[in-house]
């Protein structure tokens, strides 16, 4: 077998993956006031720059299903028999349902689509583990029901910060927007069983949301099965305090790390969020 997987820059891993040839990377565009971005050609924190000083909401388009069929070509053109796309929830892009068809398009390689429900680091670190896999001599099939497995049993909880990203996005109205400042409302998302992004609860103040997740910590992972991301998008001590907190409850493989691009136009800055994933192994 000769395995390569596709994804998308909604997804993050760690350094070591980055440059591999059987790993591709699609790029999810992002515009702002008239100009595209290639997420790949940016720095987190340079993203976040731009994000403070536009006027305008930063908009993100799918990535191109013509690219994606003609990098089949290729691997198929390279000798690779099998290829796993693991892209972006499609409750959240419909890029998924438009490429969907590309899995039976191809004689003499197996592609396969599955779905993810989630993004960010635990999307990463889904593939990170198809990766190890393949490079330990594991079977397609292994390899696909280790990624199914860990895809049912992680999850994700981010807190909005600011209220007026969602606003300016289109995602909440600008009334909503005045009178959950005035509260000091702070929602709290999670993926739903479809991977649509949904509000699990609505809190009074930036404290009390960071106590509620501290308790969704400790209720949907277990120290000895699960990896643990502290994600944020410019909310460092947020981070390190939710971070220390985990560390403190015996949780030995936790991370910071800071959204992507892609999803940090969609949370805004000062969003803040634990995922969880069931451990490579």
């Known amino acids: 077998m000769k395995l390569a997987i596709i994804t998308d820059t909604s997804a993050d891993f760690a350094e070591q993956y980055k440059n591999r040839d059987d790993l591709i990377i699609l790029e999810i565009p992002i515009s702002i006031e008239g100009k595209e971005y ?33 990098i089949l070509k290729k691997l198929k053109h390279e000798g690779y028999t099998h290829v796993l796309g693991i892209f972006l929830s499609s409750g959240i892009s419909g890029f998924f349902q438009n490429a969907f068809y590309l899995q039976d398009e191809f004689e003499d390689m197996v592609v396969k689509f599955p779905e993810t429900f989630i993004t960010s680091s635990p999307l990463g670190y889904m593939i990170e583990t198809a990766l190890d896999a393949a490079d ?27 209220l007026h990203w969602l606003a300016k996005g289109g995602r ?27 509000v699990y609860d609505k809190v009074r103040t930036s404290k ?16 000895e099965t699960h990896k643990v991301y502290v994600l944020h998008a ?28 892609v999803i940090a136009t969609h949370l805004g800055l000062g969003a ?5 994933s069931p451990k490579k192994g």
Do not use: C
């Open 272 to 276: 803040i969020a634990y995922g969880f």
């Open 234 to 261: 410019d909310a460092e001590e947020r981070a390190e305090e939710l971070y220390d907190f985990a560390k403190k409850h015996g949780y030995d493989d936790v991370e910071i790390v800071t959204f992507g691009p």
């Open 136 to 162: 330990a001599g594991k079977s397609f099939e292994e390899i696909v029901e280790q990624f199914e497995y860990q895809r049912d049993h992680d999850n994700a909880f981010m807190l909005v910060d600011d």
């Open 38 to 70: 290639q997420p790949s050609e940016m720095t987190h924190q340079e993203w976040y720059k731009l994000m403070r000083e536009t006027s305008e909401v930063p908009k993100t388009s799918q990535p191109s299903v013509l690219e994606l069929e003609e």
């Open 208 to 223: 009390k949301a960071i106590s509620e997740l501290k308790k969704l910590m400790l209720a949907n992972s277990n120290p």
């Open 172 to 198: 909440l109205s600008r009334g909503g927007e005045l009178l959950g400042t005035l509260l000091n409302i702070k929602p709290i998302l999670q993926f739903s069983e479809d991977g649509k992004v949904v």
